[in-house]
């Protein structure tokens, strides 16, 4: 578009994940084969010895800590049980389903409370 920065011209990857607690995060991130192994790569070819030392990329990871009053979500053509949908039935998940003309399946988290050790 007329009057963008070249710079923004990018492809960016987002990722959302959701976790019960930060213990689920680190032991996910501890456990995990695929994601030890992609770590263990990833540092190897990064580290100042390694082939990418004098790459130029940029990655940030950023965390919020939200209440449940905090979020809000919206699923609208999504594949039951995936993601937020998956909590459906649990204490403390509230879920409006609404189908649209198209026949999608639309969630909307409402009142989360609950969430955390030992509510799952």
Not at 7 to 15: G, P
């Amino acid at each position: 578009e007329e009057g963008e920065l070249d710079t923004l011209d990018y492809n960016r990857k987002v990722q959302v994940l959701y976790f019960l607690d930060m213990g689920y995060m680190e032991r996910i991130g501890k456990k995990n084969r695929g994601h030890v192994k992609l770590r263990g790569s990833f540092m190897e070819s990064y580290c100042p010895a390694g082939p990418m030392a004098n790459g130029k990329q940029l990655m940030w990871v950023e965390q919020g800590v939200l209440k449940a009053k905090d979020i809000e979500a919206e699923y609208i053509g999504c594949y039951d049980g995936t993601g937020f949908m998956a909590f459906e039935g649990k204490p403390g998940f509230v879920a409006d389903e609404k189908t649209g003309e198209d026949g999608s399946w639309g969630g909307y988290l409402k009142n989360v409370v609950g969430w955390g050790k030992g509510s799952a």
